[in-house]
């Protein structure tokens, strides 16, 4: 984990920043211990009873947890407001019937071992349902090589070879440099086009304003779903993916 962070500066600052977060909220907790805590009596305080320790974590998780469903709630009761944007796919990433009568929206980063892990469930979904479409939207959140693969992306979706990269990318490995030249070659992709589309306005426009969505709808990670009126977040098997699509029938 920490060779890791290492490599992406972007993770260690994000480590960084989460750790003075949690830091400051902990102490926030300690002082609904002790409301006199402050400054060095933190560290004598945690030596002499270090038994507040576990229940200020609980109580820290129990508050995060909370605040984070309910934000969750918060966007759900407001999903109608964006469906229309979130359903309008980029160029060709897309795939299965496109007049289908339930849309399923996955927001996906190809450094992200869990939406690897969903490709399956979406593809057997396809094969059993002719009546999906889904949508892929760009979601890069793991760094650097994850911007980068979701710009090639969706400059295979202008030229109309979306799916063709998409999966040539997976198949290769993780994003880098080496397996996203790769991709581009065996989705037959225009590679000048494509060097052009990378650096547009339109595809950074596209980028900036699936990360504005993902904070609208309380996203946390990837993947996550958008299915018919549902959100959804984490990892879906088949027969999750399934259900949520039989209950946005039922609800039409």
């Not at 920043?17 to 060095?40: E, M, T």
């Not at 609980?58 to 407001?78: I, Y």
């Not at 990433?93 to 009568?101: Q, S």
Request: charged share 20%.
């Amino acid at each position: 984990m920490i060779d890791k962070l290492l490599r992406n500066p972007l993770a260690l600052a994000g480590a960084f920043v989460a750790s003075a977060l949690l830091g400051a909220a902990l102490f926030a907790l300690l002082q609904s211990f002790v409301p006199s805590l402050a400054g060095p009596a933190v560290r004598g305080y945690l030596l002499a009873h270090p038994e507040v320790l576990p229940e200020a974590m609980d109580r820290l998780r129990a508050r995060e947890t909370e605040r984070l469903e309910q934000a969750q709630r918060q966007a759900q009761a407001g999903l109608s407001q964006h469906l229309a944007r979130v359903a309008r796919p980029y160029g060709s990433a897309w795939a299965g019937n496109p007049n289908g009568d339930v849309t399923v929206v996955a927001f996906m980063d190809y450094a992200c071992g869990y939406c690897r892990a969903s490709l399956p469930a979406i593809a057997e979904l396809l094969e059993k349902d002719p009546q999906v479409r889904v949508v892929y939207r760009e979601y890069p959140v793991l760094g650097p090589e994850s911007l980068a693969a979701a710009r090639w992306a969706l400059a295979a979706a202008e030229q109309g070879r979306f799916q063709a990269f998409h999966e040539a990318l997976y198949a290769a490995g993780g994003p880098s440099d080496e397996t996203i030249a790769e991709a581009a070659d065996a989705a037959g992709l225009d590679r000048a086009r494509a060097e052009q589309a990378i650096r547009s306005a339109a595809v950074e426009k596209e980028i900036r304003d699936n990360h504005a969505l993902g904070e609208e709808l309380a996203m946390t990670g990837t993947p996550s779903w958008v299915v018919g009126g549902q959100l959804l977040y984490g990892m879906r098997n088949y027969a999750g993916l399934a259900e949520a699509v039989a209950a946005a029938r039922r609800g039409k």
